[in-house]
């Protein structure tokens, strides 16, 4: 019978700490369990914590707000953050530090799937597992966790990249995008 547990520990840089799990009756600590009867999904996709909140678009996972709760500001532009498939012009003799001009732009807002169960919220961190296929046989799976007391959204992508370029149809690049 596996248990998923969750600890808040310090741990100091290049050290360690010990966690002992020891079972106890009348525990008053745990983190709440929401039990949301049978809804099929969740109406929103918000990773939230005591410093920020982090609003997902429900059908394309596009983070459409990243809100400073000190202040009460929208940290991102008003086009949100997205992945994105980019083409670029190979004419310019491209290396890792030469560029060429965009060709095309397709945004990675479609065929969004979110697998159940992949969107977890609890004391110690909320995540939103998702995956998203582009190209001709690309696959893009992504998990966006935002951790207690964090400032940042930590996103965390595997890429199955099959996607091939030439001078003549362009050099096929994927891209995440976070306007200012």
């Known amino acids: 019978n596996v248990k998923r547990i969750s600890v808040y520990a310090a741990v100091p840089a290049f050290g360690w700490s010990t966690v002992v799990l020891t079972p106890k009756k009348d525990v ?18 918000i990773l939230e914590n005591e410093r920020i909140r982090a609003h997902f678009d429900r059908d394309s996972l596009v983070l459409l707000s990243l809100t400073d ?21 190979g004419n310019a003799g491209m290396t890792a530090w030469v560029t060429g001009r965009i060709v095309s732009v397709t945004s990675l807002d479609k065929n969004v799937v979110v697998r159940p169960g992949e969107y977890r919220t609890n004391a110690l961190a909320s995540s939103i597992s ?10 893009l799976r992504v998990t966006a966790t935002l951790n207690k007391g964090s400032r940042a959204v930590e996103f965390s992508a595997s890429v199955d990249f099959k996607e091939f370029g030439s001078v003549k149809d362009g050099i096929p690049v994927l891209e995440h995008m976070i306007p200012s």
Do not use: H, M, Q, W
């Open 28 to 45: 008053d600590n745990f983190a709440p369990y929401i039990d949301y009867g049978r809804l099929t999904g969740a109406e929103e996709y």
């Open 69 to 89: 709760k000190a202040t009460g500001k929208n940290i991102l532009g008003k086009t949100g953050a997205k992945f994105r498939f980019v083409k670029e012009d």
């Open 130 to 139: 998702y995956e998203v296929s582009f190209g001709e046989r690309s696959l």
